[in-house]
């Protein structure tokens, strides 16, 4: 039996993160994220993922939120797996 990928994923700090980083996404606290969490999360991260290259490249590129909004689109229908919300333990 190989091992699990990411066996880091189990340590107890790790699992300590998830969770606060489950409480921060899931704004209305019904301890689901839908679609609208989902969303704001991914674009709030394409914006610094794209704010940290600039600096670090010395470039000025430019938030493009249509084409973020069809990123976090695609990753939400990857991610729910069918479902209208993602679910902590699923």
């Not at 394409?46 to 069809?70: I, T």
Request: proline share 6%.
């Amino acid at each position: 039996m190989s091992p699990p990928p990411f066996p880091s994923r189990f340590d107890p700090n790790v699992l300590k993160i998830i969770d606060d980083f489950w409480v921060l996404v899931d704004v209305d606290g019904n301890g689901e994220v839908d679609f609208e969490e989902y969303t704001d999360l991914s674009l709030n991260l394409q914006r610094n993922m794209l704010e940290y290259d600039n600096k670090k490249n010395k470039r000025k590129d430019k938030f493009n939120e249509e084409a973020g909004l069809l990123v976090a689109k695609k990753e939400w229908q990857m991610d729910c797996q069918g479902m209208d919300y993602l679910d902590y333990h699923r």
